[in-house]
């Protein structure tokens, strides 16, 4: 199974989500709890991030301090 999705021979990574080159290392970001895979950093802080930080709202008002 693969967690990315391949491009040619030279194994470039592809958002998962606008299907856009990730080109080197520091791009590549993990998409969950959105989807399986890597995306890129424009995806990661308009899709990922958001809703990282919906899930962690939504956690900590379950919690009583």
Known sequence: YRMFKMQD???KMRCIFCDGDITHRP???NA???AKGACC???NNRVVLPARLE???KTDSN???
Do not use: I
């Open 9 to 11: 021979s030279k194994r």
């Open 27 to 29: 791009a590549r970001h």
């Open 32 to 34: 969950a709890p959105v």
């Open 41 to 43: 950093e424009s995806c």
């Open 55 to 57: 899930n962690a709202l």
């Open 63 to 65: 919690h009583a301090y």
